[in-house]
Structure formats: C-alpha cells, structure tokens
C-alpha cells in the first residue's frame, strides 16, 4: 500500500476577488526570483499565504504548491508530497520513486532528491515551488532535505517557504550570497494606505480616516487583526468608540476577538467550530461523522452547507480545492476554538458531553473507513486510544510501518508510559521494528526483552504465538547485520514455527533471514530454497525489499555456481527494483556486476560498478559493504599493473575493518594482499599473510612463485576433492588453473594440459576469462600449446587474445625511475624491483650477494629470478640480460 495523496495540500488557494493591491511586495517577490529562496516570516495572520497567492496569479511562472502539516514530519511522507507538487507542474520522476519511499528501508533522502533536482534541470519553463506552512516542520531529516534542495536547486525553479517562525535553515549563508529574499512582518504590516483600503473596499466599514489610522497603529498593520476588528465592528453603531478601546497585546486582542466573533453566531455554528476544531482539515462527510446527533436528539445542519456558509460569512475557513470539498480554519482560529473546546467552553447545554477524545474518535473511524490509515492512527493516538492506535499499526496484512509511517510510529511509541506499552506487548515489537528499520540497531535487543516480559505468563494463544515469531524475526535480521549464521537459522526457524501462516510480510523475511544464513554456511542448495520461499510471498504482497535482497541471493548463489549469465540477470533485475536513485541495498548488486564483468575482462565497466558499489554503501550507517567495494577496486588496480595503488586500498580497508569489527572482511582483504606483496617481491610475508588466515589458494599462488611446485601440488589437491565433494565450483575452478599451472611448471605438460581443458569446459559457458589470465605467462603458454577440442578453439583463441591484450602499452606502470619501450613485446612489465634485481644479475652478481645488497631474503631473490625469466620468456640468466637489452631494459 502507498501513502493515500491527499490532493487538497497541493490546492493553490485561489486569488480574492477583493484584495489589497501591494504592488511594492508583489516587486520583491518578482526581484527574488533573482536568487533561490524566498523567506516569508511573521507570524500567523499576516497575510503569508494570501501574498504568495495573489503574487502566483500575476507573475506567469508554472506553480506548484504544498500546504504542510505535523504529518510532513515523516521524511517519507514529506518527499511524496514534494514529488507530487512538481508532478502537478510536469516534472515527471517516474512511478518508480513513489514505489521506493513506501518501502521499509528507503532510499537517502538526496539521492532522491538528486533525481527530483535532475528532472527540474531539464525544464526549459521556470517555475516555483511554495511551502506553505513550514513551521510546523521541526524533524531534522526533513529540515537537511530543504536545505539540500536549496543548496542544489537549479536555477529552472525558485522555491518560497512561508513560516511563522525561522526555519533551521543556513539563512546567513544565503544572505552572503545574495540568494535570499526576506519578507518579514514589518515588510507584509499593512500601511495606513492599505490598511483604508482594506477596512473599506474588502470589509466594507464606513470609517473615517482617523478610525482608520488609530485602528492601523492598533493593530500595528497586522492584517488578521484588522480583519477581526473588521468582523466585530460589523453591525454595531458606536465604531469610534470599539476602536478607541481596542487596546491591548496581540494575544489578549486575538482573545477579544474571537470572543466578539462567535458571540455573534448562533450556538449551533459555535457547537459546529469547536467541534470540528480537532480536525486538520475537514470534509462535509467527516464533520457530520465527528458530531453525530445532536446531544437533544434534534438533527445537526449538514456538514458541507455549515462549511459553505461558514466560508461565505469569512470566518477563517480556507479552501483547500477547486471544488470547494476540503477545507481548514485559519490557524490561529483553530487554536482559540481548541483551547476553548479543552476548557470545556461549550455553547450550550449537554455539549459537554461530547469529550474531545470522543471526537478523535468518531475521526479516526471515518478517515479508516475511508482510507486514510495515517490520519485514522494519528486521532486515535490524539485520543488516547492506545488499543485502536496499536490496532492500525499492525494493519491488515501490512503493518503501518511498512507504509510510510516510521517517523509518525515511532514518536508515538517513544511518547508512551512503559506501563502502557506492558498492556500490549506488540506495541513493544513494533517498536524494535521501527528501530531497526531507522538503523537503531543498539536498542532493539532491549525493547524485544521488554515485550517478553510482557508477555511472561500470557496464554500462548494465535497472537501470542505470532508475537513471539515476529520477536525471533527480528533478532534474525540483527544476526544477519553481523554474519552470525548460527543464530540466525535458530531465530528464523523459531520465527517460522511460530509466526501466524497470515502474517506473511514477516514471514517473507524470516525465509530470506534463514536463506542468507545456509549461504554463510555453503549450503547453497537450502539458501536457494529459503530464497525461492521468500520470493513467493514477497512478491505476491509487494514487499520491496524481500524481493530484492532475496534475488540477490540468488545472484550470489548462480555466481558461486559459475553462472555467469544467470546471475548478473539477477543484479540486473535488482537494480530495475531499485530504481533510480536507488536503495543503498543495490550496492551488492553493483559489486556483483563489478566482479563479474570483471571476470569478463570488461574492466571500465567493472570499475563503474565497482565505484557505484562503494557510493551507495557508503549510505548505510554501518555496514561491511563498503569494505568489500575497496577490495574488488584494488583487484581492478592491480589487473592494470597499479601495484601501489591497489596496496594503499587494501591498507585502507584493512584498517577500516579492523576498526569496526568487520572480522568477516579480513579473509577477503588478505586474499587480494597476497597478489600484491608477490607483485612487491615479498614472497616471505605474502607466504605468512596466506597460512595466517587459512587461504589455499594463495598459499598455492606463494608456493608457485618460490618454483615449490611439489607444495602447490600439496595444497591444491585436498581442497580440489573437497570443493567437488560440496559443489563449490567457484573454488574448484580457480584451483583447476592453479594446479594446471604447477604441474606445467614441475614439466608434467600432458596432465597440465588434460586440467586444462577440463577448466576451459567448466569456463566456457560462464565466459571466464579473468580467471585465466591473472595466473601469468604458464597459463598463456599452456593455452598456446594445449590440444583442445574443436568446439574449444573459439573460447581458446578468445583468452589468447585477452593474453596478447596484456601489452605494457596497455596497462600503465609504475617503477622507480625505469620507463621501458611502449612497443616491447612483453606479456606481462617488470616490476619496479624487477628491474633493480636484473640489473645486478647484467653486473653478474649471485643470487646470495643481489640479497645481500637489497636485504632480501635468498628465497625472495629466486623467486623474483623466477618471475623475470616468465616475463622475458627465457629460462636462465645469460638468456635473460640478452633479451632485455634486446628489448632496451638494460
């Protein structure tokens, strides 16, 4: 479900007929349209709202309007009616973003914002966009989104906030920058002019002119006062002697004069104001709703003819649509009449009876009735129905959570007595959910304990059984913000046992939960099926997020299994749901199209992944993803031969992880390390970074390169069994061309060849090629050399010419001082080191003395001997220093 739109907060209130001309305002609105924002402050009855009406109607830009309210609170809430104002106007951000701000976990507020601020950059029509109302926003996510469309608004769009008080905006830093325009109440005070004009061709008074300029400096030009004095003078004979002791502060003269307003009404249209004051705005429909009956049995008038009169008789009542359905009191009258109707001030006999808590009632019935379960929970929480309040919460099948309403939700609850939250445990669930889904990790656990003691003796009946499963979900997703599989297969299988077979939005994530748990654990053939289950529930309620994160775990699946194809389709499909912006959730389907078209060989569009990845993990308040971004960009650095570069990232992430408790992280930082340090020529540490954190493979690719062929043998063959044994092809794969690699360095070139081929049939469909080059010059030798089949030669003369791509001319470089031909023939540039070492074998110098001279160790010097000999293609060191001076190295 999405948030029901209300149209009447998008309704431009219409220019009066009989107005106030002010020209000199009306010119400092045109001149603002200069800069980006307009600031209409005073305070309430100032005439904000009707400015910036009249001024729309003559100043021939497109218009789109939002009149505010305590509901636009809500960072959701507020960013779907923003949307749909520049909709009304045509600026078109898709269906999609409506779709994004009603899931549980939305994207940041600028990146939506971003795409709201790209469609009003391609308008060729200037516009303006006015925020009526803006001081009833005091949530910090909703003030940081003003500020961030200000500080990017294009200069397409002018925007206007009326506020009765300063928005916690940076007004000085505009004002430097000659980008505000400031109407303030000492600029909207009407003048003793206007004022004239006012009481006598608007309001229709007979009033001398020195009536008329003791009534101005009364009221000191404000304009809501001149209009009630206006109101209260009507009808009466002695105007000179109501002026002349009309005195006193604007709070005792607004008393006074709502006091003198209703007075003159009868008391059916007094019962009528005070009533329907608890309402924000109202409808005919509602308001008969709220009042009922008369207390005396007698009919009450109709709702929509007292709003038509009470709008023609100008008391204070404001169209909110062409057609004349919705409207709201002015807001200082509502005021006076809700302070009235607290006081228990009633017209007449019997009214009493009606509490204003009944009255939130009798709305919160008809706004559910009728479809609008936000206002339907906001009246039964202003009534103190906790029992109702928590009923619409839950929802029917989707919780109001789910819906938008985090922000509303969660003020309630945190506004709650313990005691009260004790009486209905869910409430104390729902709170945990709506901390969760805000990234308040560090307080759920104890808002969950609290809802089982709560429950501590309760007969385990539907609900209560439902409760308990809903709690085990919920410390499920915290396992999974932590890699723990173990309690989170324990939390998921509880929540499932126990969760009602309708609850279905939990259930959906209890299945995805216990999926990502058997995929920690390598038991992808489960991970699959919770996967499957998840995604048959969520897709059939709609549950966003579900779908997506459990469609990315069917991506990490088809690409653990090789599947290429298969599974960038799936991070494909992901990023459509995303949207655009879109959910910080999408990074790991960036990273697995970055890993994949890596693998392709296709490496600008790998690193554009890689680097979106990042930016949008980057928006999560704590998460490992960005970590693991980092470590796919240096692998992506050091294929380019950006040795340095690719080191200094991985330092990076190390210490981020080792600073946050990312421990899962470190394996995977040590696995790109090892690659790295052999690039460097520190065989040594590469060999103690590998057996620390358990790698086979890179301690296989250190062995390799110390020409320990008998040890890479040893390391590959047990994990090769294993890996066929539990269906991880991934790493059988890679452990396939590794020991292809050692058994052709050890000289068994017919075994080496068979592994080969073997690997190629596994690669093939997947479209491997990264796989194969990264392992260096044995591999290419291999390919060139090995009999294949004929169906193979077309994947064979592909990975050789991915090989033959390798030039230095194509891969940049770095080194010490040493720049080599850019047409060398080489596979695969020396190393800076490299070439330190060769020009001490040119000096003739044994492998003993290069390391006494360079402090390496006898093994690193071999190994290094080894990797130059691959890279020149020689096999001894006469052969080597011929080569390279051949080529111009030395």
């Known amino acids: 479900m999405t948030i029901t739109i209300v149209d009447a907060k998008l309704y431009i209130p219409p220019a009066r007929s009989k107005a106030v001309a002010r020209p000199r305002l009306l010119e400092r609105l045109n001149e603002g349209l200069q800069g980006k924002l307009t600031i209409l402050s005073a305070a309430a009855g100032y005439g904000k709202t009707t400015l910036a009406s009249e001024w729309l109607s003559v100043c021939g830009r497109r218009a789109a309007w939002l009149s505010l309210d305590a509901g636009d609170n809500d960072p959701a809430r507020f960013l779907t009616y923003l949307f749909a104002a520049c909709r009304s106007i045509g600026v078109n951000t898709g269906e ?78 505009l004002r430097v920058r000659h980008q505000l325009t400031e109407l303030r109440a000492a600029d909207l005070r009407f003048n003793a002019s206007e004022a004239a004009e006012f009481l006598g061709g608007v309001m229709g008074l007979a009033l001398s002119a020195e009536d008329v300029r003791l009534l101005e400096s009364r009221t000191e030009g404000w304009v809501a006062g001149l209009q009630l004095a206006a109101l209260s003078m009507q009808g009466r004979n002695d105007n000179t002697g109501f002026i002349q002791s009309f005195t006193g502060s604007h709070k005792f003269v607004v008393d006074y004069l709502i006091e003198e307003v209703l007075q003159q009404q009868s008391a059916s249209i007094q019962a009528f104001l005070q009533f329907t004051s608890v309402l924000g705005r109202m409808c005919g429909p509602l308001c008969d709703a709220v009042l009922g009956e008369d207390p005396e049995g007698s009919p009450l008038a109709s709702g929509q003819r007292t709003l038509e009169y009470l709008e023609h008789a100008n008391l204070f009542l404001i169209p909110l649509d062409n057609e004349r359905r919705w409207y709201r009191y002015h807001h200082l009258f509502a005021d006076l009449l809700r302070e009235r109707l607290s006081q228990g001030i009633c017209p007449s006999k019997g009214e009493a009876e009606r509490t204003v808590s009944a009255l939130h009632i009798r709305a919160s019935r008809w706004y559910e009735d009728n479809g609008f379960e936000l206002e339907a929970f906001h009246h039964a929480a202003a009534a103190g129905d906790t029992e109702r309040a928590a009923r619409l919460i839950e929802g029917e099948g989707m919780p109001l959570l789910f819906r938008g309403a985090v922000t509303p939700v969660l003020n309630w609850l945190q506004a709650m007595p313990g005691e009260e939250l004790d009486a209905i445990p869910s409430l104390w669930v729902m709170y945990a959910s709506a901390l969760l889904m805000t990234g308040r990790l560090s307080s759920v656990e ?221 394996p995977h930082i040590a696995a790109v390390q090892v690659p790295v340090m052999l690039h460097q020529g520190n065989l040594e540490a590469a060999a103690i970074l590998a057996e620390k954190h358990g790698l086979p493979l890179s301690q296989a690719k250190v062995n390799l390169a110390r020409e320990d062929t008998s040890a890479v043998l040893a390391v590959l063959e047990p994990v090769l069994k294993q890996a066929a044994a539990n269906g991880c092809e991934d790493e059988r794969l890679k452990g396939m061309i590794l020991y292809a690699a050692a058994l052709y360095r050890c000289g068994d070139q017919s075994g080496a060849a068979h592994t ?23 591999v290419e030798r291999l390919l060139r050399g090995a009999a294949v089949c004929e169906e193979m030669q077309d994947y064979r003369r592909k990975l050789l010419a991915a090989f033959a791509a390798e030039k230095p001319s194509s891969i940049p470089m770095r080194s010490s001082g040493h720049q080599v031909r850019s047409d060398q023939p080489l596979f695969e540039k020396l190393s800076g080191r490299e070439l330190e070492v060769l020009q001490l074998i040119a000096q003739g110098l044994s492998n003993r003395e290069i390391g006494d001279r360079l402090f390496l160790a006898l093994s690193t010097v071999k190994g290094y001997n080894r990797n130059i000999f691959d890279k020149l293609q020689v096999s001894r060191r006469t052969e080597a220093i011929a080569r390279a001076r051949t080529l111009g190295i030395l």
């Open 96 to 173: 999609s973003v409506y779709a994004l701000l009603q899931s549980p976990q939305p994207p940041p507020i600028e990146s939506l914002l971003t795409a709201l601020l790209n469609e009003i950059s391609a308008e060729s029509e200037p516009s303006v966009l006015i925020l009526d109302d803006y001081h009833v926003i005091d949530a910090g996510p909703v003030n940081q989104a003003v500020v961030f469309l200000i500080e990017h608004l294009p200069p397409q769009m002018h925007l206007i906030i009326a506020t009765r008080e300063d928005p916690v905006l940076p007004l000085p830093r």
């Open 756 to 778: 080969l081929a073997e690997a190629m049939r596994i690669a093939e469909p997947g479209g491997f090629i990264r796989i194969f080059v990264d392992e260096g010059p044995e």
């Open 446 to 666: 104890q808002k969950l304990q609290a809802a089982e003691q709560a429950l501590h003796g309760a007969v385990q009946d539907e609900k209560t059984r439902d409760l308990i499963g809903h709690i085990a979900s919920i410390r499920a997703t915290l396992a999974v913000s932590k890699h723990q599989a173990d309690p989170i297969i324990a939390e998921s299988r509880r929540a499932l046992e126990y969760l009602h077979p309708d609850n279905l939005p939990v259930r959906a994530a209890a299945a995805w939960t216990l999926g990502y748990a058997y995929q920690l654990q390598g038991e992808r053939g489960l991970a699959g099926a919770a996967y499957n289950d998840a995604l048959s529930v969520s897709k059939r309620i709609g549950h966003l997020m579900i779908t997506m994160m459990a469609t990315l775990g069917q991506g990490n699946i088809q690409e653990a299994e090789n599947q290429l194809p298969a599974a960038a389709g799936s991070y494909l499909q992901v990023l459509e749901w995303a949207g655009d912006p879109p959910l910080p959730a999408a990074c790991e389907a960036h990273l697995g199209l970055a890993r994949i078209y890596y693998e392709w060989n296709k490496w600008d569009t790998a690193m554009l992944h890689g680097q979106q990845s990042i930016l949008l993990a980057e928006q999560f308040e704590d998460s490992d993803r960005g970590v693991a971004g980092k470590v796919l960009l240096a692998r992506l650095k050091l294929a380019r031969g950006e040795v340095s570069e690719a080191a200094a990232i991985l330092k990076q992430a190390d210490h981020v992880a080792r600073q946050r408790h990312y421990w899962t992280q470190i």
